[in-house]
């Protein structure tokens, strides 16, 4: 059993950063991949980053790319998003998600996570 809490998210104006962390559950967290995952109202849930265990290899949605960066401390159970350069278009509630089922899933895919918190709104306004 994996129990995620989010925070950080916040209102924020268009440029400026935001960091969200994810606190996690669990003495294997370092063994699993983590995501971070947003859906915007009346859309559907979207990738936005994730992290391998490991080598934390980072893997990111095109739209975030070079503007966010997801970091992991296994010390203290915690997945981090550090978003830079926010724009109105970012404004979503931003859920971070963990995959335990093993091998080498596609993080990228929501259906891979098995466990996710409970959401953290993030508003960016113009």
């Known amino acids: 059993q994996v129990q995620l809490v989010e925070s950080g998210g916040g209102l924020v104006q268009a440029g400026g950063p935001l960091r969200l962390s994810c606190a996690a559950s669990?003495?294997?967290?370092?063994?699993?991949?983590m995501g971070w995952f947003r859906q915007a109202p009346g859309k559907e849930r979207e990738f936005v980053a994730a992290?391998?265990?490991?080598?934390?290899?980072?893997y990111y949605a095109d739209s975030v790319k070079g503007r966010f960066t997801i970091s992991r401390d296994n010390a203290k159970n915690t997945v981090y998003l550090q978003m830079n350069s926010l724009t109105p278009e970012d404004t979503a509630v931003y859920y971070c998600?963990?995959?335990?089922?093993?091998?080498?899933?596609?993080?990228?895919?929501?259906?891979?996570?098995?466990?996710w918190g409970q959401g953290t709104q993030v508003t960016v306004s113009s």
């Open positions: 998600a963990c995959a335990t089922k093993g091998g080498l899933p596609d993080v990228r895919a929501g259906t891979t996570y098995d466990y």
């Open positions: 669990g003495r294997t967290f370092s063994t699993y991949p």
């Open positions: 992290i391998r265990c490991g080598a934390g290899i980072t």
